[in-house]
């Protein structure tokens, strides 16, 4: 008969928590409505070359492809030298789906361009300053904005800084070691 006793005090328990955890998935829910899905990433690195070397090296056909990281895929490779309302296909490994790099400004002290990682997927808005210091350059990437990825979109853009900011990182050292072995 102990055992019989022992059950509704089991059950008790069990539902106690069933409670708290139905709470807890509640509120962050909530809490989750009032949080914007706006982010902002932005890293740097010095490049030991001059400001116009490094800017010829940014969005050259046959470099872009070999510095800038994308997520299971790469810049589709082309000739030339991207300008202002070029674009050029992102392509993927493991899927048909293409997204599209287009630059919107290029100078030698800014580069602006937006991507859509993918069809129906929000344009990612890239700012790229250029700025000399004593012989070498001060590359600083900066991106911006907005997910649509329902209830977890506020969660995710609070950690879009860890989660992207480790690509940039890797795409900013490609692009500095390409720059200096070739220059």
């Keep these: 008969m102990a055992n019989n006793s022992s059950h509704p005090a089991a059950l008790y328990k069990l539902r106690k928590v069933t409670r708290i955890s ?10 989750g409505f009032f949080m914007p899905a706006d982010y902002r990433v932005e890293r740097s690195v010095v490049i030991n070359a001059p400001r116009d ?19 299971d895929g790469k810049v589709a490779s082309f000739g030339g030298v991207l300008g202002k309302g070029d674009s050029v296909a992102l392509v993927y490994d493991k899927t048909a ?10 100078s030698e002290s800014v580069i602006r361009f937006d991507v859509r990682p993918k069809p129906k997927v929000n344009l990612v ?17 900066t991106i911006e904005g907005n997910l649509s990825a329902g209830l977890l979109s506020p969660y ?9 900011g480790s ?17």
């Design 22 to 31: 139905a709470l807890v998935i509640l509120l962050l829910v909530v809490v």
């Design 97 to 106: 789906d293409q997204g599209l790099l287009s630059v919107i400004e290029s």
């Design 53 to 71: 070397v490094v800017y010829q090296d940014i969005l050259q056909g046959d470099r872009l492809p070999d510095w800038m990281f994308v997520q």
């Design 167 to 183: 690509n940039f990182e890797r795409s900013l050292q490609k692009l500095k070691e390409q720059v200096e072995l070739l220059h």
């Design 156 to 164: 995710l853009a609070m950690f879009a800084n860890n989660i992207a």
């Design 125 to 141: 808005h890239n700012k790229i300053v250029l700025q000399e210091n004593e012989g070498s350059t001060v590359v600083k990437w």
